[in-house]
Nanobody, 124 residues
Framework: VQLQASGGGLVQAGGSLRLSCAAS????????MAWFRQVPGKERDFVTA????????DYADSVKGRFTISRDNAKNMVYLQMNSLEPEDTAVYYC??????????????????WGQGTQVTVSS
């Protein structure tokens, strides 16, 4: 599976961005999908994930109520709508594909495909 993330940019605090991740070359519709983010010098952190059919989504506490993950299996796309952005959200955002249809607390360790990352910068 090849993943191509896009939609990052510079936004003021309180603003919104929508990230997109296009998947190709694999069984996208059979996989749970996720977004992670990473700042320089720190580990890559889980942001959100969505099950194969979009019926369940999980969110990091830091983004609950502000971010929404969604997917369109017909288009092989996954999205991350980010609202009420804060400077602490500044990071490189990565989309990821899990080898399972579901998502659990352990799924982050089984990610087998990563996108190239897109930079999100939130100014104060």
């Amino acid at each position: 599976v090849q993943l191509q993330a896009s939609g990052g940019g510079l936004v003021q605090a309180g603003g919104s961005l929508r990230l997109s991740c296009a998947a190709s070359g694999g069984t996208f519709s059979r996989r749970a999908m996720a977004w992670f983010r990473q700042v320089p010098g720190k580990e890559r952190d889980f942001v959100t994930a969505i099950t194969r059919n979009g019926g369940f989504a999980d969110y990091a506490d830091s983004v609950k109520g502000r971010f929404t993950i969604s997917r369109d299996n017909a288009k092989n796309m996954v999205y991350l709508q980010m609202n009420s952005l804060e400077p602490e959200d500044t990071a490189v955002y990565y989309c990821a594909a899990a080898p399972t249809t579901f998502w659990t607390a352990n799924s982050a360790t089984s990610i087998d495909y990563w996108g190239q990352g897109t930079q999100v910068t939130v100014s104060s």
